[in-house]
């Protein structure tokens, strides 16, 4: 009897790592379905260009070798942006004999990156849209100017006059999706609307698929080829009277696109949006005339939906003669890969 009491805790303990065993091997079979479904099947090589703009001045010399220096100056990525490296490196070990070079240093600093996020829909400053004088950035564009767009009550293509800015970020950056086209290309961020297929329905620009078709002034239909990512400055949203706009990187480029993003179905929310800054106008005539005088301009009505700016920062504080440039490299590299 007393070897039955004590085998019955010895089967309940292996059962137990048994059912540990199992669950562990559930959880790495669903991580390895999780990694392969996400990354595919064999490995990925990713090839990450990095410019350098930076300058490194020597701040204390011993014996004619310099013992404290500081790298100021710019790291730019054509994936994410630009950085500001502000990099001091102190000198942790040298030569044994006098005035022996350094061979080992500690670096502390920061690498520092400020932008807007994508929870607004917008377009990039350089973007073109077409007026009766011709083309036109979109950076360049005032209240009361007049962009070609679509009335849908007729079909017609027609001049509609910008009535408001709801959005226009002179100096933000950020990523967005970079459209090819038959026509050429489109860069706009993820949520914002775009007129697809035949029946000129918008979606967000993140659900497009290539073979998907957009609209373009002429009436014809412009495939789209391929869908990439491209960082820019600036983020700009104009409303205009008929609440839409053609817009791309060049003239030849421009599709149709909503002023509204973030709202599945922008055509339902149109009569409204005009309502409200119909009666404002009434009792705040200058509703409109804030971006004149605000380079980071929101419309006070909508100001609610924009993020905030966020800040990247690297923080760089170590011992290792790694230069920092080449732990953002990793570091970025780990997050591509990732």
Same mark, same amino acid.
């Given at each position: 009897?007393?070897?039955?009491?004590?085998?019955?805790?010895?089967?309940?303990?292996?059962?137990?790592?048994?059912?540990?065993?199992?669950?562990?091997?559930?959880?790495?079979?669903?991580?390895?379905?999780?990694?392969?479904?996400?990354?595919?099947?064999?490995?990925?090589?990713?090839?990450?260009?990095?410019?350098?703009?930076?300058?490194?001045?020597?701040?204390?010399?011993?014996?004619?070798?310099?013992?404290?220096?500081?790298?100021?100056? %710019? @790291?730019?990525? #054509?994936?994410?942006?630009?950085?500001?490296?502000?990099?001091?490196?102190?000198?942790?070990?040298?030569?044994?004999?006098?005035?022996?070079?350094?061979?080992?240093?500690?670096?502390?600093?920061?690498?520092?990156?400020?932008?807007?996020?994508?929870?607004?829909?917008?377009?990039?400053?350089?973007?073109?849209?077409?007026?009766?004088?011709?083309?036109?950035?979109?950076?360049?564009?005032?209240?009361?100017?007049?962009?070609?767009?679509?009335?849908?009550?007729?079909?017609?293509?027609?001049?509609?006059? @910008?009535?408001?800015?709801?959005?226009?970020?002179?100096?933000?950056?950020?990523?967005?999706?970079?459209?090819?086209?038959?026509?050429?290309?489109?860069?706009?961020?993820?949520?914002?609307?775009?007129?697809?297929?035949?029946?000129?329905?918008? @979606?967000?620009?993140?659900?497009?698929?290539?073979?998907?078709?957009?609209?373009?002034?002429?009436?014809?239909?412009?495939?789209?080829?391929?869908?990439?990512?491209?960082?820019?400055?600036?983020?700009?949203? #104009?409303?205009?009277?008929?609440?839409?706009?053609?817009?791309?990187?060049?003239?030849?480029?421009?599709?149709? @696109?909503?002023?509204?993003?973030?709202?599945?179905?922008?055509?339902?929310?149109?009569?409204?949006?005009?309502?409200?800054?119909?009666?404002?106008?009434?009792?705040?005539?200058?509703?409109?005339?804030?971006?004149?005088?605000?380079?980071?301009?929101?419309?006070?009505?909508?100001?609610?939906?924009?993020?905030?700016?966020?800040?990247?920062?690297?923080?760089?504080?170590?011992?290792?003669?790694?230069?920092?440039?080449? %732990?953002?490299?990793?570091?970025?590299?780990?997050?591509?890969?990732?």
């Amino acid at each position: 009897m007393h070897n039955l009491k004590a085998t019955a805790p010895q089967a309940i303990q292996t059962e137990a790592a048994s059912m540990v065993a199992d669950a562990r091997l559930l959880v790495f079979v669903a991580l390895s379905l999780c990694s392969v479904s996400l990354q595919g099947c064999g490995g990925h090589r990713h090839r990450i260009a990095f410019g350098f703009d930076v300058e490194v001045r020597c701040v204390r010399q011993e014996l004619g070798h310099c013992k404290t220096w500081k790298q100021q100056g %710019r @790291v730019a990525t #054509p994936e994410n942006g630009n950085f500001h490296a502000d990099i001091n490196y102190q000198c942790t070990e040298a030569g044994s004999l006098i005035g022996k070079q350094c061979h080992k240093w500690k670096q502390t600093g920061t690498m520092e990156q400020h932008y807007r996020g994508s929870g607004w829909g917008c377009l990039p400053g350089n973007a073109t849209v077409i007026t009766p004088n011709g083309p036109l950035p979109l950076s360049d564009v005032m209240i009361g100017d007049k962009l070609l767009g679509v009335d849908h009550s007729s079909g017609e293509r027609v001049f509609s006059k @910008v009535r408001a800015w709801l959005h226009r970020d002179m100096d933000s950056s950020t990523s967005m999706l970079a459209l090819r086209t038959e026509a050429g290309a489109l860069v706009i961020s993820d949520k914002h609307n775009v007129a697809a297929g035949k029946g000129g329905s918008y @979606v967000y620009a993140s659900s497009l698929q290539v073979g998907q078709t957009l609209w373009a002034p002429n009436g014809s239909q412009v495939a789209l080829l391929e869908i990439g990512r491209e960082f820019v400055q600036g983020l700009f949203s #104009p409303l205009t009277d008929t609440s839409n706009f053609f817009v791309g990187a060049t003239q030849d480029s421009t599709v149709l @696109v909503h002023s509204f993003a973030h709202c599945p179905w922008p055509r339902w929310f149109e009569m409204g949006v005009h309502a409200l800054m119909s009666v404002t106008e009434l009792f705040w005539h200058e509703v409109h005339e804030g971006y004149k005088h605000d380079r980071h301009y929101v419309h006070p009505l909508f100001s609610s939906l924009v993020d905030a700016p966020e800040q990247y920062r690297y923080v760089v504080d170590t011992g290792s003669p790694m230069p920092v440039a080449e %732990r953002l490299m990793q570091e970025t590299a780990d997050t591509v890969s990732g």
